[in-house]
């Protein structure tokens, strides 16, 4: 099962409060604990869709990727 996940900007100096104009909607699979399922990954990638918003940029689209590496053995990128 695919989710739409959103993710805003966290505090900052620019942001202490966070901002709701700036962040990504992502398009993807999770499992049971809510963390991104890289084996239904495998099967639907094609449906992986990652847009960025950014108030003054405009938006921006691509495809969410798996790559190997990273703290955790692997890392999630956007492409």
């Given at each position: 099962m695919l989710?739409?996940?959103?993710l805003h900007l966290a505090?900052?100096?620019?942001?202490?409060?966070?901002?709701?104009r700036y962040g990504y909607e992502l398009t993807a699979p999770?499992?049971?604990?809510?963390?991104?399922?890289?084996?239904?990954?495998?099967?639907?990638?094609?449906?992986?869709?990652v847009r960025r918003f950014w108030l003054d940029e405009g938006e921006r689209h691509g495809v969410l990727v798996h790559r190997s590496g990273g703290a955790g053995g692997a890392t999630w990128?956007?492409?």
């Open positions: 989710y739409r996940i959103t505090r900052s100096k620019q942001f202490p409060e966070g901002s709701l999770l499992d049971a604990q809510g963390h991104l399922d890289q084996e239904e990954w495998v099967e639907k990638r094609a449906y992986c869709r990128m956007i492409d």
